[in-house]
């Protein structure tokens, strides 16, 4: 299995088949922010598509599989009507660079079936590819602690890295790679993704617990810092930055 990072995806690839892996979109964020009376000054679903279409172009242009990782939508409780508009386009142009789009549900994906329903498309609680456990994040699912499960590819946390210099400070989002064992249940490789949410960079796992269903120490994971240019670099251990 290849593991690579391009941009805020994860691109992996088992011989001639390729799944890439895109964190919490939380689309409609916009119209949550206006409904309340904050105003954004970015097109976040225009950044979206174009972070989306840069990262497809890095790798050629077509996959097998996308995996949506949840938080597809933002609000809770309803369904405004920037998600309707926003995750129906969104899908369909997903949809065009892949033989198959899965979608596992995130805890902000309560509601989100009618819109689904409309594409065709049902979410899944989580999805195995080959030796690999896709999930959201927030929940743990007794299938995915099968003995021919080494790995697990989890959204939710939103991780990110504070970078000092002197007085300054700049945070980036970030992939996070550790093991986790959990006693009884065996080893497992753990890969967090970076939200591919425009406009916030995420957490820092320094500073603030991610909320992640699992207590993995993260201080021993090793850290992949995406830059603003979409590069993304090694940094070493979490505890050693």
């Known amino acids: 299995m290849k593991f690579e990072f391009v941009g805020k995806c994860l691109l992996l690839t088992e011989k001639n088949e390729r799944t ?15 409904s309340s009376g904050v105003m954004i000054p970015v097109k976040l679903y ?3 598509v174009a972070d989306f279409d840069l990262i497809i172009n890095k790798i050629r242009g077509f996959v097998d599989n996308i995996v949506m990782l949840g938080d ?6 309803f369904i405004l009507e920037d998600e309707w508009k926003y995750i129906v ?3 369909k142009h997903v949809k065009g660079k892949c033989k198959r789009l899965i979608i596992t549900e995130g805890n902000h994906d309560v509601i989100l079936f009618p819109i689904l329903r ?7 609680d989580y999805f195995i590819w080959k ?16 003995n021919k499960i080494d790995y697990w590819v989890v959204g939710h946390g939103h991780p990110a890295i504070n970078i000092y210099e002197n007085f300054k400070r700049e945070k980036y989002k970030c992939f996070l790679l550790g093991d986790y ?27 603030f617990d991610m909320n992640l269903a699992w207590n993995f120490n993260l201080d021993k994971f090793r850290v992949y810092v995406v830059s603003d240019n979409m590069e993304v670099f090694g940094f070493g251990k979490l505890k050693d930055i």
Do not use: Q, W
């Open 72 to 77: 597809i939508k933002h609000e809770f409780g």
């Open 46 to 48: 225009d950044k979206c």
């Open 181 to 207: 064992i959990e006693k009884d249940k065996g080893k497992r490789k753990v890969i967090i993704v970076p939200s591919f949410f425009p406009l916030v960079e995420g957490t820092d796992a320094r500073d």
């Open 20 to 34: 890439l892996v895109i964190g919490d979109l939380h689309l409609g964020y916009e119209g949550a922010m206006r």
């Open 131 to 146: 030796n690999i456990a896709f999930m959201h994040g927030d929940k743990k699912f007794e299938k995915i602690y099968s």
């Open 118 to 124: 409309k594409l065709g498309i049902e979410s899944v």
């Open 89 to 91: 386009k969104f899908i």
